[in-house]
Every structure is written in structure tokens, then in C-alpha cells.
T-cell receptor, first 113, second 112 residues
Framework: DTEVTQTPKHLVMGMTNKKSLKCEQH?????MYWYKQKAKKPPELMFV???????INESVPSRFSPECPNSSLLNLHLHALQPEDSALYLC????????????FGPGTRLTVT | DAKTTQPPSMDCAEGRAANLPCNHS???????VYWYRQIHSQGPQYIIH???NNETNEMASLIITEDRKSSTLILPHATLRDTAVYYC?????????????FGQGTRLTINP
């Protein structure tokens, strides 16, 4: 199984809502990542988790809160988002912190109204 | 940190070889070159990587110049499904982790 799954596929939320994005992999990977991709732009790294601990936070606003409950699961909690946060949110995993090959999920397309 | 430069777009006829160039003139001796692609509405997909020798796998070949300042990704028999944005990346080491920094990439269109 070389698949990274993400739910939901699409999400529409208001600026006062709280929602969560979910990412799951069963490849035994110990590093997991969140990326943000705006339309017609390349993906940008947000967070890196290694062995369930946050290793990198790319100065992401606190309205985005990542969580890694176990080695297979990665969540992104959203609260008080702005319309400019509308984007495709991609999750990825790799064997470990030093692996070059990352496996990406299909993404969650988020619209903030 | 090595930065990459790619043409914004390229076209290729179906069945022909697609050759995608990438310049990385500031690459250092121990930095790898990675290629990913992103098909429309999908997440990026790893293709291949290399250090100094040419590499080949089931998806593509990677040719790296002897001075390592540039490389070419070759899709030997392009199909319509190869239409995608192709990213050439030199990963950065940040806090011990390999960080992928995606540039603008090359939008490759395979024409029937």
C-alpha cells in the first residue's frame, strides 16, 4: 500500500468555523508533512512531523494547528480562517526525516467564505 | 542553497521523447537533484533523483552534466497522461530534514 489518503476531498467553511483535515498512511513512514498550494502556484511547506513530533513550522499562522496522534495519522485543525487561506492542502509522508522521496495525497480543496 | 531554473512551458508530440531541462548552477557537491510532477488536480508524484551519475527507472531517465550545473529529465515515449507540471528540486537541509522547495516548474503538454 503506497497510498496517502486525505479527507475530506472538498471543504467549505465560514470564517468563524472550526474544522479539521485528516491525512492517513499505512506505509510505516515516520515523517509526515503538510503543504499549502494556491491556484497556479507550487506547493509550499507548512509543517513537518518526525516520529510524531513537530520538527518544522514554516512560520504558519496559529489559526492552523497540526496534530500527529500516531505514526499513521496527521491532522490539521483549522480555526478562524481567512478567505485568503482558500487553497489545496496537501499531505505527504516519507520513510523518515532524511528521505528524499515523499508520497503525496490528493489534497483537500478548502474554500473559506 | 541551490536554486533551480526551468522553462515555464514545453510541448511534445505523443510518442516522442520529452526532454525537460533544469539549471542548478549553485548546487554543491553533496546535493541531490530530484524531479517530481503534478498532474492536474492530483498531489505531486516523485519521479527520479540523482547525484552525479545518470539514472533510469520505469518512469524516466535523468541525465546530469559532468559539472552538475544542469540536468535533463527524459520521458522516452511521452503519452497524453504525462501532461503535467514537472518540478526540478534540489532539497534543502533544514534542521536535519530534507525540505522540498518547489519552484514554478515546467508545464509539459503532450499533444496527440
Amino acid at each position: 500500500d503506497t497510498e496517502v489518503t486525505q479527507t475530506p476531498k472538498h471543504l467549505v467553511m465560514g470564517m468563524t468555523n472550526k474544522k479539521s483535515l485528516k491525512c492517513e498512511q499505512h506505509m510505516g513512514h515516520r515523517a509526515m508533512y503538510w503543504y499549502k498550494q494556491k491556484a497556479k502556484k507550487p506547493p509550499e511547506l507548512m509543517f513537518v512531523y518526525s516520529y510524531e513530533k513537530l520538527s518544522i513550522n514554516e512560520s504558519v499562522p496559529s489559526r492552523f494547528s497540526p496534530e500527529c496522534p500516531n505514526s499513521s495519522l496527521l491532522n490539521l485543525h483549522l480555526h478562524a480562517l481567512q478567505p485568503e487561506d482558500s487553497a489545496l492542502y496537501l499531505c505527504a509522508s516519507s520513510q523518515d526525516y532524511y528521505s528524499y522521496e515523499q508520497y503525496f495525497g490528493p489534497g483537500t480543496r478548502l474554500t473559506v467564505t | 542553497d541551490a536554486k533551480t531554473t526551468q522553462p515555464p512551458s514545453m510541448d511534445c508530440a505523443e510518442g516522442r521523447a520529452a526532454n525537460l531541462p533544469c539549471n542548478h548552477s549553485t548546487i554543491s557537491g553533496n546535493e541531490y537533484v530530484y524531479w517530481y510532477r503534478q498532474i492536474h488536480s492530483q498531489g505531486p508524484q516523485y519521479i527520479i533523483h540523482g547525484l552525479k551519475n545518470n539514472e533510469t527507472n520505469e518512469m524516466a531517465s535523468l541525465i546530469i552534466t559532468e559539472d552538475r550545473k544542469s540536468s535533463t529529465l527524459i520521458l522516452p515515449h511521452a503519452t497524453l497522461r504525462d501532461t503535467a507540471v514537472y518540478y526540478c528540486i534540489v532539497p534543502r537541509i533544514v534542521q536535519g530534514a530534507q525540505k522540498l522547495v518547489f519552484g514554478q516548474g515546467t508545464r509539459l503538454t503532450i499533444n496527440p
